[in-house]
C-alpha cells in the first residue's frame, strides 16, 4: 500500500479533516471524476458541487434554467457560461461551502476560470484552488461512458463491463432499477469529447501555467487514484 493511500485510509479511520480549501477536478467527460468526488468527500468533508448534477436536477424540476439547459446536454453541447457562472455562484453561498470544496465539472471554459478566478481574488480566499486534472485514453472512455448506469435513488454509479451491480440492471444498496443518462451515448460521447477539446482544453492549461496543478492516471483502482490526488494536492499546499 503507498503511503498516500494509507493516508486516505488513515483519514477514514480517524476521521481526521485536512483543510483543502478549493479543489477543482478536471479531465475529460468519463475519466470519472464525479466517483473521485466522492471519495474526496468521505476524507475530506468538504462538499462535491457537481455543475452537472446541479443543471441535471434543474432539468428535473423543470426550472428557467432547465428549460434553457435540457436541449444544450442532449447534444453534449456547454451550457452558456453566465447561467452555469449563476448558478454555481448560489451554491458556493451555501454554508456547507465555507471550508472548501470539491467542483466536478467546473470551470470547462476559459470564461468560467476567469470568472472563478475572480471571484476568489474578490473573496480574498485563504486558500488558493488547486486544480487536479484525470487522465484517461478515448477508448477507455468510450467504455466507461456508454457502460455508466446510475442509481436514481443513492446515485451510485455502475459500469456494465468493468464495476456491474450484483444484479443485473438493480442498485446494490436500493434494489432501485439503475438508468441510462441520455447523453452517454457514444454519440453524444464524441461531441461532448468535442467540446473538451475546443473549450475545455484550455482550461488545464490555465491552470497549469499558474502552477497550481497536477495530472492523475486515471485508468487505476478507484482507491489509487484517490491517494494519487491526496498525494498531488498535499505537495501542491506546501
Ligand atoms: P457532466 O455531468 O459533468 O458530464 O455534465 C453533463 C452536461 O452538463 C455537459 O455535457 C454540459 O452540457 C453540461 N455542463 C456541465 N457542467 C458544465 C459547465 N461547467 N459548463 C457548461 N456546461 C456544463
Same mark, same amino acid.
Request: with cysteine; aromatic share 6%; proline share 6%.
Given at each position: 500500500?503507498?503511503?498516500?493511500?494509507i %493516508?486516505? #485510509? *488513515?483519514?477514514?479511520? =480517524?476521521?481526521?479533516?485536512?483543510q483543502?480549501?478549493?479543489?477543482?477536478?478536471?479531465?475529460?467527460?468519463?475519466?470519472?471524476?464525479?466517483t473521485?468526488?466522492? #471519495?474526496?468527500?468521505?476524507?475530506?468533508?468538504?462538499?462535491?458541487?457537481?455543475?452537472?448534477?446541479? @443543471?441535471?436536477? +434543474?432539468?428535473?424540476?423543470? =426550472?428557467?434554467?432547465g $428549460?434553457?439547459?435540457?436541449?444544450?446536454?442532449?447534444r453534449?453541447?456547454?451550457?452558456?457560461?453566465s447561467?452555469?457562472?449563476?448558478?454555481?455562484? %448560489?451554491r458556493?453561498?451555501?454554508?456547507d461551502?465555507? +471550508?472548501?470544496?470539491?467542483?466536478?465539472?467546473?470551470?470547462?471554459?476559459?470564461?468560467?476560470a476567469h470568472w472563478?478566478?475572480?471571484r476568489l481574488?474578490?473573496?480574498g480566499?485563504?486558500?488558493?484552488?488547486?486544480?487536479?486534472?484525470?487522465?484517461?485514453?478515448?477508448?477507455?472512455?468510450? $467504455? $466507461?461512458?456508454t457502460?455508466? $448506469?446510475?442509481c436514481?435513488?443513492?446515485?451510485?454509479?455502475?459500469?456494465?463491463?468493468?464495476?456491474?451491480?450484483?444484479?443485473?440492471?438493480?442498485?446494490?444498496?436500493?434494489?432501485?432499477? @439503475?438508468? *441510462?443518462?441520455?447523453?452517454?451515448t #457514444?454519440?453524444v460521447f464524441?461531441?461532448r469529447?468535442?467540446?473538451?477539446?475546443?473549450?475545455?482544453?484550455?482550461?488545464?492549461?490555465?491552470y497549469?501555467a @499558474?502552477?497550481?496543478?497536477?495530472?492523475?492516471? &486515471?485508468?487505476?483502482?478507484?482507491?489509487?487514484? %484517490? %491517494? &494519487?490526488i491526496?498525494?498531488?494536492v #498535499?505537495r501542491?499546499?506546501?
Amino acid at each position: 500500500m503507498s503511503s498516500s493511500t494509507i %493516508a486516505v #485510509e *488513515q483519514g477514514r479511520e =480517524t476521521g481526521s479533516k485536512p483543510q483543502p480549501g478549493p479543489i477543482l477536478l478536471l479531465g475529460a467527460p468519463g475519466v470519472g471524476k464525479g466517483t473521485q468526488a466522492k #471519495e474526496l468527500v468521505k476524507l475530506w468533508g468538504i462538499p462535491q458541487i457537481s455543475t452537472g448534477d446541479l @443543471l441535471r436536477a +434543474n432539468v428535473a424540476r423543470g =426550472t428557467a434554467l432547465g $428549460r434553457a439547459a435540457k436541449e444544450l446536454m442532449g447534444r453534449g453541447e456547454l451550457v452558456p457560461d453566465s447561467l452555469v457562472n449563476e448558478m454555481v455562484a %448560489a451554491r458556493l453561498k451555501e454554508p456547507d461551502a465555507v +471550508n472548501g470544496y470539491i467542483l466536478d465539472g467546473f470551470p470547462r471554459t476559459l470564461g468560467q476560470a476567469h470568472w472563478l478566478d475572480g471571484r476568489l481574488a474578490s473573496e480574498g480566499q485563504v486558500l488558493p484552488v488547486i486544480a487536479v486534472s484525470i487522465q484517461v485514453d478515448y477508448n477507455q472512455l468510450l $467504455r $466507461r461512458i456508454t457502460g455508466r $448506469r446510475n442509481c436514481p435513488v443513492c446515485a451510485s454509479i455502475y459500469n456494465l463491463f468493468m464495476n456491474p451491480p450484483r444484479r443485473d440492471g438493480f442498485c446494490d444498496v436500493e434494489s432501485a432499477a @439503475l438508468v *441510462q443518462r441520455a447523453d452517454d451515448t #457514444e454519440q453524444v460521447f464524441k461531441e461532448r469529447m468535442r467540446a473538451y477539446a475546443g473549450l475545455t482544453a484550455p482550461v488545464v492549461d490555465h491552470y497549469r501555467a @499558474l502552477g497550481r496543478f497536477a495530472e492523475v492516471d &486515471g485508468d487505476r483502482p478507484i482507491a489509487a487514484i %484517490a %491517494a &494519487g490526488i491526496v498525494t498531488a494536492v #498535499e505537495r501542491l499546499r506546501k
